[in-house]
């Protein structure tokens, strides 16, 4: 059958991937430029230059694109004008992928035409995020030595005032967070700086959620100082968000002793009337609420077992003097019970 195929015409195999039959002709032409001799590979290029962004942007036909392209990569230059359009698409946007693997001065021909327009859609579309995945993982040659600069500097301008709320989209949250992987102080200085700033606003977001997640984890000492602070200033509000206490489990985990010791404080510390000599009874700790909610099992749970042995007791004492209030919840039971196991497993 293979044998077959190659006596073909090439134009007609073409016509066929453009076509109805694209699937059989796009993996009959593939293979052709795996095996075939050089001249029917070049034929096969050459029949295909015509049609190449339109076949860049179809199903079958943009991995035959992707298998020419590394067997003549100049094939990439025809396609210039068209790359933005091609990383918005789903199918196209693995071409472009591709066309990143080539050398320096073709990926060059790539990121210049992605700087140039439509850097706001493209850095959150959700096909064209792996293009930028790439590019921001590039490491440039001599021949290219300001490249990355460049790109740095072109997207800061771009996306100033607005990272926090990249951050807070789906794709937006992948591109920060491969920034903060990949680029140098200096590079990721705005991005983090203007996430910081909005840090409880993210914490509290479905995707931002994930780049404040990053930081405590993964952030040096002054991010990650700065993003507690931020986190205390809302601790019971976050703790009580479905998406903000991922946030501060994740710092809970992190096991910083300033942190953990302004939070245990905040969530045990009974507050009393409002007002000089006011007789109004003092308010139940934070504490009580947090575990009566969904969410304050997971909380205890990481509380009991990363805090220190006297914050620990604290933390159960507390609950123990409310224990009539959480048990008429099955949240509250559940925590009140996770106590009466700690108290018993340390033996007080």
């Known amino acids: 059958m ?9 134009d007609v195999l073409i016509s ?3 076509g109805t039959r694209s699937q059989d002709a796009s993996i009959s032409l593939q293979q052709q430029l795996k095996t075939a001799p050089s001249a029917r590979k070049a034929a096969i290029i ?3 230059e015509p049609h190449v962004f339109k076949l860049s942007d179809d199903k079958h036909g943009n991995f035959l694109v992707q298998r020419a392209i590394g067997v003549d990569n100049t094939l990439a230059e025809k396609l210039r004008g068209h790359f933005v359009q091609l990383s918005l698409s789903q199918f196209g946007c693995h071409v472009v992928q591709r066309i990143l693997d080539e050398p320096d001065n073709i990926k060059n021909m790539v990121v210049e035409e992605l700087l140039a327009v439509r850097i706001e859609e493209t850095l959150v579309s959700r096909n064209s995020i792996h293009v930028w995945q790439k590019i921001l993982s590039i490491c440039w040659g001599p021949d290219f030595p300001d490249a990355r600069r460049h790109l740095f500097s072109v997207v800061n301008t771009t996306m100033k005032g607005k990272w926090a709320e990249t951050a807070c989209q789906e794709t937006g949250s992948i591109v920060c967070q491969n920034i903060f992987e990949s680029a140098s102080s200096d590079e990721k200085r705005d991005c983090m700086g203007e ?3 909005k840090l409880k606003d993210c914490a509290a977001n479905q995707w931002g959620v994930w780049v404040v997640q990053h930081i405590v984890e993964h952030g040096d000492d002054e991010h990650r100082r700065v993003a507690f602070e931020h986190l205390l200033e809302d601790a019971v509000g976050l703790t009580l968000s479905p998406f903000g ?3 501060i489990t994740s710092a809970l985990k992190s096991r910083d002793k300033a942190f953990v010791g302004a939070y245990v404080d905040i969530l045990c510390e009974q507050e009393t009337g ?6 109004q009874p003092g308010r139940r700790s934070v504490l009580v609420d947090i575990a009566g909610a969904a969410q304050g099992v997971q909380i205890v749970t990481t509380l009991l077992t990363s805090v220190q042995a006297d914050q620990r007791d604290r933390i ?5 003097k409310n224990s009539v209030f959480l048990k008429g919840s099955k949240a509250g039971l559940r925590v009140h019970q996770l106590c009466e196991r700690a108290r018993a497993f340390t033996g007080y």
Do not use: C, F, Y
């Open 46 to 48: 050459a029949a295909l």
């Open 2 to 10: 293979a044998n077959l195929e190659s006596q073909v015409p090439v």
């Open 274 to 279: 409002h007002g000089a000599g006011s007789d």
């Open 245 to 247: 206490q991922k946030a």
């Open 195 to 197: 996430i910081l700033k």
């Open 316 to 320: 159960i004492k507390t609950v123990r």
């Open 16 to 18: 066929r991937a453009l």
